[in-house]
């Protein structure tokens, strides 16, 4: 059965200060693992497709990074409005196209 | 360009009714995904709709139904509703089945 797990459950951080959010996944033929931002009552926001071990895709003060296990999100020197809960979720050969996600961080950066 | 909405936003039932959701799928976009998210966990896969036939469904029971018209957008059915019903209901649609999903807001469903 795949599994998506998501380390830590939460986050705080002071403004500038960097850190790595972690998603180890264990699938059967991944197609695929993305990276969603959601913020409080919304719907998710999408960041990233990672496709296979190594690849490495950035944006702005975000960077995402994926092994054969796992999947890390760098965040480089955070701001305020990067407070946020950021889901993995990963796409494998034996479930179709479903997205399985993790349960996601919650990320706090305060001034 | 205009991104995936639904409605309605947020909606109130009682134990036992039935519930029709609504999703506009992104323009271009011919699949439709739908997920169930209760607090403080991931979205869970209800099924996805590729080109109006089903393809693809979780662990839902079969009064999770839905439907996807020629537009492609798509209904998320609910029937004899459940307490445990209570949660935000997301869709996503996509260029086609294996390419990144998109989200509407999600409505959000409280079962009393």
């Known amino acids: 059965e795949d599994q998506v797990t998501q380390s830590p459950e939460a986050l705080r951080l002071q403004e500038g200060e960097s850190s790595s959010l972690n998603c180890s996944y264990t699938?059967?033929?991944?197609?695929?693992l993305f990276w969603y931002r959601q913020d409080p009552g919304k719907g998710p926001e999408f960041l990233f497709t990672?496709?296979?071990a190594g690849e490495e895709k950035e944006k702005e003060r975000l960077k995402a990074t994926l092994t054969k296990k796992e999947s890390f999100l760098h965040i480089t020197a955070p701001k305020p409005e990067d407070s946020a809960t950021y889901l993995c979720?990963?796409?494998?050969?034996?479930?179709?196209?479903?997205?399985?996600f993790g349960k996601g961080t919650s990320l706090l950066v305060t001034p | 360009e205009t991104g995936v909405t639904q409605s309605p936003t947020h909606l109130i039932k009682t134990r036992g009714q039935q519930v029709t959701l609504r999703c506009s799928s992104q323009s271009g976009h011919n699949t439709v995904s739908w997920y169930q998210q209760a607090l403080g966990q991931g979205p869970q896969f209800i099924f996805q709709?590729?080109?109006?036939?089903?393809?693809g469904r979780g662990n839902f029971p079969p009064r999770f139904s839905g439907l996807q018209f020629p537009n492609y957008s798509s209904e998320l059915n609910v029937n004899a509703l459940e307490l445990d019903d209570s949660a935000l209901y997301l869709c996503?649609?996509?260029?086609?089945?294996?390419?990144?999903?998109?989200f509407g807001p999600g409505t959000r469903l409280t079962v009393l």
């Open positions: 709709y590729y080109r109006e036939e089903e393809n």
């Open positions: 979720a990963v796409q494998a050969g034996d479930s179709g196209y479903a997205l399985n």
């Open positions: 990672l496709y296979s």
């Open positions: 699938v059967s033929g991944l197609r695929g």
């Open positions: 996503a649609s996509s260029l086609s089945t294996d390419n990144e999903q998109f």
